[in-house]
């Protein structure tokens, strides 16, 4: 089955997306409309991005001592992209968007993903603009996040330091204002940052004529002393060249100086890069300090920030399920052609007989399931969670308000399920490739390294466990579980009447029911650190638990539309859900027998004995 046969099941069999046409705002969008966009994305994506894959891979980011050269076929992928729309897509028609539901967005921007998840920087330039749309002035957003949406400029996102990395409350980079009249600037009040950021993705190329920096930073109190913690940190707009109020470029670069280009594992199409802010390399106005404009308000950037976490969590989510599935597709197709061996019993035994296929072989079967089960479960988790956002900025207020619950605790698991286990179907689409599967010849093992970076970035694994377990099921009273839990229990009723989902339905309501009892255990002294001593494992169940609710729903929706008959696809996707009832959900028992008495080794260990 296509990927894309895949996708419309999801998209509309499943998630009924051409119904949000019934919506205002996209009344003028129909299933037509909807294909026209998947085809064109899925286009570009064939012919611009994946013949590129490895080339980006090997001739990675280099920087000639004045500029950062990409390979040509980068500037031709990003040119197709910005021609086709996508980075506004979501945006309203008066400035150049679609008015296009997220949920279609994202499922479009899936074919780049599979195709050659590191060409584009493009969701770090729209999700820069979006942030800029929510807390800009009017003339912010008309000259930086409207150029981004036309893709004249790119974006990037400058949170990470050397020394700050998953605690930002530790940001050193510091912002001072400007001189005398320094809040009365038009593009926003005036400052000159100076600090150094780690990591920032597409910090430099020449993909666009300019780059729009967003930076955290903090401005110093009185005694010019930093305020500790994230309440200090504040968001500023930094350009990489100076520009005028008419998005003009004034011909002067502003203090942004590139320190090097980080080499990394995978994920090679995009630069990297050690930014020094404010060293004094490209005074302005004769002096050193980047210029950075303030958005929001003082202290408030983090909040800012987080404004757009969730819809940057799910595309990292997507882009982990994405290289899952590219992989599961490559070792599929390996899988129908390599003839090795011979079948188990008395047939096998005769050297004479031609070899078979090694999709014939149980094992290699069940390294196929495992990837169906990860990857496609993984990619329906991500659009019912791209839905929810558009039930948020849509729906009426009270439906709106139940999917931002949802999300908070949704999101976690769309960002961190798929980074650990479509990067396990990665690893399986390498061992069904045998010795090939591990050199340069095949594709996987690019699909392995690229996707080793989505549980590191967006908050890390630890990171994002401790949030699920510390905040999102607790918060509001635990009523994003309550409400997770009432559309568990909808499926579950649903999927009990049906004999053949019947036994999973009720497996799903104990995993459900314990996940929820082990939240009391984990908490039940009250302090955290004995509570958060296993987040992990408990997320690891928490997010398998959501999997299995994503594919009993799945297959009876797939049962639903053969309505009696059963079609192949519909066979596929209960042998995935079978698959993942019966070798993936009753793993959670190990994993919340820790969570549930607070095995306390890994934390009480001496340092000395490890
Ligand atoms: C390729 C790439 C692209 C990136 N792009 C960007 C970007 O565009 N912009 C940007 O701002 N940043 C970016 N990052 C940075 C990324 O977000 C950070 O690497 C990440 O937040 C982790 O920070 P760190 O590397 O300093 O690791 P650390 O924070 O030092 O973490 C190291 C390990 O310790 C664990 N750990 C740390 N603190 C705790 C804790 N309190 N409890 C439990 N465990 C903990 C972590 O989970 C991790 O396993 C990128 C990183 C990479 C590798």
Not at 127 to 142: C, D, P, S, Y
Not at 198 to 216: K, P, Q
Not at 256 to 270: C, D, E, I, P
Not at 601 to 610: G, I, R, S, T
Request: some cysteine.
């Amino acid at each position: 089955m296509s990927y894309r046969d895949t996708l419309d099941f999801l998209l509309y069999d499943w998630l009924h997306a051409e119904r949000l046409n019934e919506r205002q705002r996209f009344a003028d969008h129909s299933r037509e409309t909807f294909d026209a966009v998947l085809d064109t994305c899925e286009r570009i994506a064939r012919e611009k991005y994946a013949p590129a894959n490895r080339t980006v891979d090997v001739e990675e980011p280099h920087f000639d001592g004045e500029k950062v050269i990409l390979p040509r076929a980068t500037h031709e992928a990003h040119a197709a992209f910005v021609e086709s729309g996508m980075m506004a897509a979501a945006q309203d028609y008066d400035i150049g968007g679609m008015q296009l539901p997220y949920t279609v967005q994202a499922a479009a921007n899936s074919f780049f993903a599979m195709a050659s998840v590191s060409i584009g920087s493009n969701m770090l330039t729209s999700g820069n603009a979006n942030l800029l749309m929510v807390h800009g002035t009017e003339m912010q957003k008309q000259v930086f996040a409207l150029n981004e949406f036309s893709g004249r400029w790119a974006g990037t996102m400058c949170l990470s330091e050397p020394q700050a990395g998953s605690s930002l409350s530790d940001v050193a980079t510091r912002a001072v204002p400007d001189g005398e009249g320094f809040e009365n600037d038009p593009l926003g009040p005036r400052y000159r940052l100076k600090g150094n950021k780690m990591w920032i993705s597409a910090g430099d190329h020449e993909l666009t004529e300019n780059i729009v920096h967003i930076v955290l930073a903090k401005i110093p109190d009185a005694e010019g002393k930093l305020i500790p913690g994230v309440k200090g940190i504040s968001l500023f707009i930094v350009p990489k060249k100076m520009v005028d109020t008419e998005g003009r470029l004034t011909g002067e670069r502003n203090d942004v100086a590139l320190a090097g280009l980080n080499h990394k594992l995978g994920w090679r199409g995009t630069t990297n890069t050690l930014l020094n802010f404010g060293e004094g390399k490209y005074p302005v106005d004769g002096k050193a300090g980047a210029v950075g404009y303030l958005v929001g308000k003082p202290g408030q950037g983090l909040a800012c920030m987080f404004h757009m976490m969730n819809e940057a969590r799910i595309g990292v989510g997507t882009a982990a399920v994405m290289l899952g599935m590219a992989g599961y597709h490559a070792s599929l197709d390996y899988a129908k052609n390599r003839p090795q061996g011979r079948p188990v019993g008395p047939a096998g035994k005769d050297a004479t007989r031609p070899q078979v296929r090694i999709i014939e072989h149980a094992d290699v079967r069940r390294m196929l399931l495992a990837q169906k089960a990860y990857c496609e479960g993984a990619l329906a988790l991500q659009l019912y969670c791209a839905r929810l956002v558009d039930e948020q900025k849509t729906g009426r207020p009270e439906a709106a308000d139940d999917a931002r619950l949802l999300l908070e605790v949704l999101t976690p698991i769309a960002k961190s399920w798929p980074s650990e286990w479509c990067l396990e179907a990665n690893s399986l689409a390498i061992q069904i490739h045998g010795g090939y599967g591990y050199t340069r010849d095949f594709p996987v093992e690019q699909y392995w390294r690229d996707n080793r970076l989505n549980m590191i970035h967006e908050g890390t694994h630890g990171i994002q466990a401790a949030d699920l377990l510390g905040r999102k099921v607790l918060m509001e009273g635990g009523k994003g579980l309550q409400l997770l839990g009432a559309r568990v229990q909808e499926t579950i009723a649903r999927a009990a009447a049906r004999p053949e989902l019947a036994g999973f339905a009720d497996a799903l309501g104990q995993a459900f029911g314990r996940v929820t009892a082990a939240i009391q255990a984990a908490w039940s002294t009250g302090n955290p650190a004995e509570a958060l001593v296993n987040a992990v494992p408990y997320m690891q169940a928490f997010g398998h638990m959501v999997l299995a609710w994503m594919w009993l729903d799945v297959a009876d929706k797939a049962i639903e539309k053969d309505n009696g008959a059963t079609s192949v696809s519909t066979t596929g996707r209960l042998g995935a859900a079978t698959y993942f009832f019966r070798y993936e959900l009753p793993k959670i028992g190990a994993w919340l027998n820790v969570v549930e008495s607070r095995e306390p080794v890994c934390a009480d260990l001496p340092e000395d004995a490890f």
